[in-house]
């Protein structure tokens, strides 16, 4: 046995948590070193073994848990925000880049013409649905009622 080998296991021994082999008792009889090691151990496991077992409230695990809890939240905030952050500045470079592109590359002619045909499409189509928005409203109302009634019968609910 070496010392560094032995210092791994001489607090153990000390408290007597792991009996001593034939290995360590003839390296603790060759070795000023660890049988000082050793005696100092036994020493402050002796002093330990003498002082009172502190009284723990009954409120300390609920008290720790709070903390834990709070702890961890707080953490947890902080990557949400790191993340949404990370998020929104990509999306701001994602559109930086494409008006540089539709700039540079005279898309944006384009779009604008684009723009103006969905414009106008939409309102030529809210100009058709106006007059019938009283069917399209009961037409969604009786859907609606509808799959309220089949929810409704699936759960066997009551009144």
Do not use: K
Not at 12 to 24: K, M, N, Q
Not at 34 to 52: F, G, N, S, T
Not at 121 to 130: F, I
Not at 149 to 159: Q, S
Request: proline share 4%; aromatic share 10%.
């Amino acid at each position: 046995m070496t010392c560094s080998e032995f210092d791994d296991v001489v607090e153990a021994l000390a408290a007597g948590d792991v009996p001593p082999s034939a290995e360590t008792r003839a390296h603790l009889e060759t070795c000023g070193r660890c049988r000082e090691a050793y005696a100092l151990a036994v020493a402050i496991e002796a002093a330990l073994v003498r002082q009172p077992v502190p009284t723990v409230p009954e409120t300390f695990n609920g008290q720790v848990m709070v903390r834990v809890r709070r702890w961890w939240w707080r953490s947890e905030q902080y990557l949400d925000l790191a993340f949404n952050l990370g998020v929104a500045l990509l999306g701001l470079a994602v559109v930086a880049g494409l008006y540089a592109v539709l700039t540079v590359s005279g898309m944006s002619a384009v779009g604008e013409d684009l723009a103006r045909v969905f414009v106008q499409g939409s309102m030529e189509l809210t100009a058709r649905a106006a007059p019938h928005l009283g069917a399209y409203v009961s037409a969604l109302l009786l859907v609606v009622s509808g799959v309220a009634a089949w929810w409704w019968a699936e759960r066997g609910l009551e009144f």
